[in-house]
């Protein structure tokens, strides 16, 4: 299943000129970080994961315990709209830039216990465990509201 997803990403990076793929994961308080890489990259990191140093991301580990690798969900892996690329001529053709969202691991394979992805992992296989379907959804809020008057 990994090598057809691979396949499908790297067809299309080729397909839209993706250069650049950012491989995603949250904190312990759900802020977006990435760690951006040459989309020739990507199949590296798939087999072997990203190394990144832990220490400067809040709720992960001290600095002793700061190595950590990344390891790409392709199922998630799409084109990133808003980040504009340019032909040799500087005609705007693609959007230049994918990202996918990665698991957090440990140096020695391990997922690490505080990613939350994991989390979430777990608590679905307790409340399964439980006799319990969890179901969840996007809940978007927004205001209309009216100038003057």
């Not at 190394?51 to 990344?70: C, K, N, P, Q, V």
């Not at 690329?85 to 990665?102: M, Q, S, Y």
């Amino acid at each position: 299943m990994a090598n057809k997803e691979l396949a499908a990403a790297l067809k299309l990076a080729e397909e839209r000129n993706l250069r650049f793929v950012s491989l995603q994961f949250s904190d312990i308080v759900g802020s977006v970080k990435s760690v951006q890489v040459p989309m020739h990259q990507l199949e590296e990191a798939v087999e072997h994961g990203k190394w990144f140093d832990g220490s400067s991301i809040e709720g992960f580990t001290r600095i002793a315990e700061s190595d950590m690798f990344l390891v790409p969900d392709l199922a998630t892996f799409s084109e990133i709209p808003w980040e504009p690329g340019f032909d040799p001529d500087g005609k705007e053709l693609h959007t230049g830039a994918a990202r996918v969202i990665c698991d957090v691991y440990t140096p020695n394979g391990d997922p690490f216990p505080g990613d939350p992805r994991g989390v979430l992992r777990r608590q679905l296989d307790r409340a399964k465990g439980l006799g319990f379907t969890f179901n969840t959804g996007p809940e978007l809020e927004f205001f209309l509201l009216q100038r003057g008057n």
